[in-house]
Nanobody, 117 residues
């Protein structure tokens, strides 16, 4: 079982930056693929970024955030991060952290990100 807790959300002006954190419980954090998703009001949840397990780490991004967002992980701290730069009003959403081995099995409660124009 893995428990995920997101933090770092808030209100920021367009063009600003935020760094989200996702702290995971459990001793097998390094074995999980970690992802960030977001859900805007009235829209379906969408993929934002993914980072593979330790060893030859590979990252993937949605086209809408590529070049602006960076996902990283610290296995010693059981934490995954999402650095968000050049934020746009359309990035406003609840951001969720997810973990899994083959598919996403565990989800956090989410953290609100609001970008004002």
């Amino acid at each position: 079982q893995v428990h995920l807790v997101e933090s770092g959300g808030g209100l920021v002006q367009a063009g600003g930056s935020l760094r989200l954190s996702c702290a995971a419980s459990g001793r097998t954090f390094s074995a999980y693929i970690m992802g960030w998703f977001r859900q805007a009001p009235g829209k379906e949840r969408e993929f934002v970024a993914r980072i593979t397990r330790s060893g030859g780490i590979i990252t993937y991004y949605a086209d809408s955030v590529k070049g602006r967002f960076t996902i990283s992980r610290d296995n010693a701290e059981n934490t995954v991060y999402l650095q968000m730069n050049s934020l746009k009003p359309e990035d406003t959403a609840v951001y969720y952290c997810a973990a899994g081995r083959l598919e996403y099995e565990y989800w956090g409660q989410g953290t609100q990100v609001t970008v004002s124009s």
